[in-house]
């Protein structure tokens, strides 16, 4: 009777959703914990957003009828006119555009590359070895990367047996992007190949029996069914990924800095933490963040428009 009464399409809504919601009220008992939780840290701070509008200062109200100075686009204006807005923007991009050409691309490759390995043990082995770097702290990775790149570290001890100088890699501009890229990627890589793995396994297996039966080799197969059977993931990614284009990993940006790699290294997130939580600066700062979000979402959009008309999948 209660299937029946949630499947009666002639009720309103609210009477077709009860018997469903009574009937699975376990599963919505474990989601409320997180939903309560997503509610108070990340929609109730966005009452917060209207200091970008104002000439806040730290204990003054933001609702208050009077004692509020209003400035509506100032904020935006000034960091849009702001002598490192380009710098700023190229430096977030060209970080972002590299995680996004070898940090989305690589766990994929990693993916499809070790489900054609068929030895269990090995394959297990080198999956769970590549998610261990995820849950090295941000601060040890960067330690890490920075012992390497030393005047005696280890990447100058190997260039130095090939006759090679040694130089103090991290304090160059120009490798600055490189160095983030490869710590970024060797960082996350494994962990963010876990949702292709488990998309790759849920594959019926009889797709790739009847390839082999039809002469299909594993190149064939990885390109004609795994591929197809995991392109929705790839989409929704690329959506998520596009969407924080200018959101780069500020935590490994400030470890990985120096004053004289600046020029290539600052980005939109070093600059928001020395303004805002150094210099005090918090409306100036919640507007370059509400101007990134803004950024983000348009992106998201356009993106996710786009893999829906190329792939059929998308966010919504």
Same mark, same amino acid.
């Given at each position: 009777m209660k299937n029946v009464v949630a499947n009666d399409r002639s009720?309103?809504?609210?009477r077709r959703r009860f018997p469903y919601m009574k009937e699975n009220l376990e599963l919505y008992s474990l989601f409320l914990p997180a939903a309560v939780l997503i509610f108070i840290f990340c929609y109730i701070p966005l009452g917060g957003l209207v200091i970008a509008f104002q000439d806040y200062l730290a204990g003054n109200p933001m609702f208050a009828l009077s004692g509020v100075k209003w400035v509506w686009l100032k904020h935006f204006q000034r960091f849009i006119k702001s002598v490192y807005f380009e710098r700023l923007i190229g430096n977030t991009l060209r970080l972002s555009v590299l995680n996004l050409a070898f940090g989305f691309t690589m766990p994929i490759i990693f993916a499809l590359l070790l489900n054609e390995v068929r030895n269990l043990k090995y394959?297990? $082995?080198?999956?769970?070895? +590549?998610?261990?770097? *995820? $849950?090295? +702290?941000?601060?040890?990775?960067?330690?890490?990367?920075? +012992? $390497?790149?030393?005047?005696?570290?280890?990447?100058?001890?190997?260039?130095?047996?090939?006759?090679?100088?040694?130089?103090?890699?991290?304090? *160059?501009?120009?490798?600055?992007?490189t160095i983030y890229t490869v710590t970024n990627v060797w960082k996350n890589f494994g962990f963010s190949s876990?949702? *292709? $793995? +488990?998309?790759?396994?849920?594959?019926?297996?009889v797709l790739y029996e009847s390839a082999r039966m039809d002469g299909a080799n594993r190149w064939q197969q990885m390109r004609h069914i795994t591929l197809p059977g995991i392109k929705f993931i790839i989409a929704v990614q690329l959506v998520l990924k596009m969407g924080s284009i200018l959101e780069s990993n500020t935590d490994l940006a400030l470890l990985l800095y120096r004053p004289s790699t600046y020029s290539m290294a600052d980005v939109i997130g070093t600059y928001v933490y020395r303004e805002g939580i150094q210099g005090g600066k918090y409306s100036y700062t919640t507007a370059i963040g509400l101007f990134m979000s803004v950024i983000g979402f348009i992106l998201t959009y356009i993106t996710n428009r786009i893999s829906n008309k190329l792939t059929g999948y998308g966010m919504w």
């Open positions: 009720l309103p809504t609210a394959k297990k $082995f080198v999956q769970t070895a +590549s998610y261990l770097p *995820y $849950f090295i +702290s941000t601060v040890v990775a960067a330690g890490m990367m920075i +012992s $390497f790149l030393e005047m005696g570290g280890v990447v100058n001890s190997v260039l130095g047996v090939l006759g090679i100088p040694a130089k103090e890699y991290i304090a *160059y501009p120009d490798y600055y992007p876990i949702l *292709y $793995f +488990s998309t790759i396994s849920s594959i019926d297996p």
